[in-house]
């Protein structure tokens, strides 16, 4: 049987509340306001899941979206009512 993908746990203190991808990173924002970036690679014959960084401060609210701008070079994100960017370098 073909599979198209893995299922992998990744955040496990914290509730997920929105996620974007770009390349190999995946920016993950939790309902605590925190952002995590995870690098994701192939060691064949499983993926390797690489926390790069973990703010605890970035936002006292609920990250609700997040956008990657790979043009840019920046992540945009919405935490309560407040567009908050340039995150340089994604």
């Not at 198209?4 to 190999?24: D, F, H, M, Q, W």
């Not at 690679?41 to 401060?57: A, C, F, H, R």
Request: aromatic share 12%; charged share 15%.
């Amino acid at each position: 049987m073909l599979e198209a993908y893995t299922v992998t746990p990744i955040v496990k203190l914290s509730t997920i509340e929105s996620i974007a991808a770009y390349g190999r990173n995946l920016f993950v924002g939790t309902r605590q306001g925190h952002l995590l970036i995870y690098n994701i690679y192939n060691d064949y014959p499983k993926e390797v899941i690489q926390l790069l960084s973990y703010n605890k401060t970035f936002n006292k609210k609920p990250v609700v979206q997040i956008a990657v701008v790979p043009y840019l070079d920046i992540l945009i994100s919405l935490c309560g009512n407040l567009i908050r960017w340039p995150h340089h370098r994604p």
